[in-house]
């Protein structure tokens, strides 16, 4: 038996309230602490305790259902896995050869260069210059190394340049050498 809690007119004179501490920011301050500290109300929720008998909700079966690879211990969710219908990596075509790029043979048909267009051209290197590799990559160009280097045509050319590069597509040619400047063709 818990005893009866005191009322509020047999408090002695000096146990009672002052006027500070009867406002409710006060008395809240007061109450907050480490040992007060406590989840949000509802943010919290009580373990699921399944196989717990029928009134439970999730009694008999657990929540498994009945037979079948779920209701089997240490069945799990299967990526990949669509119910038993077809799944989609079986669905789908396979694309034979190496990387499957269209099913293209890998290496032999594919070229790899960096692209460099005019407009870059124009935008970091003067009037005259010699435009080599090197100052490609002293410019933040071509940078890749072992990778040749094209210049395309995107954007305009308005200064006569020397370009050194592995290729040139026909338009950068023309509008280079419209410009005043040169191209030179390097070996790969």
């Known amino acids: 038996m818990t005893p009866a809690p005191r009322s509020s007119a047999a408090k002695p004179k000096d146990e009672e309230a002052s ?12 109450r ?3 040992h007060s500290l406590r989840p949000a109300p509802g943010s919290r929720r009580p373990r699921k305790r399944v196989g717990r008998g029928a009134g439970s909700g999730t009694g008999k079966t657990s929540g498994r259902g009945h037979k079948g690879y779920g209701s089997r211990s240490g069945a799990k969710d299967r990526a990949r896995f669509e119910g038993g219908q077809m799944p989609i990596h079986m669905r789908m075509r396979k694309l034979r050869g190496p990387n499957k790029k269209q099913s293209m043979p890998f290496e032999p048909f ?9 407009a870059d051209l124009e935008a970091r290197f003067d ?8 100052a490609l990559r002293a410019k933040g160009l071509g940078t890749r190394k072992g ?20 290729a040139f597509s026909k338009t950068a ?16």
């Open 32 to 34: 907050i602490g480490l």
């Open 19 to 30: 006027p500070s501490e009867a406002t409710p920011k006060a008395s809240a301050a007061a």
């Open 173 to 188: 040619r023309e509008r280079i050498e419209a410009a005043g400047g040169s191209c030179v063709q390097l070996d790969q």
């Open 110 to 118: 594919r070229t790899h260069t960096q692209p460099v267009n005019l």
């Open 127 to 134: 009037a005259g210059a010699e435009v080599t590799l090197e």
């Open 147 to 166: 990778v040749p280097v094209k210049i395309l045509a995107s954007g305009e050319l308005n200064k006569g340049l020397t370009v050194h590069a592995h």
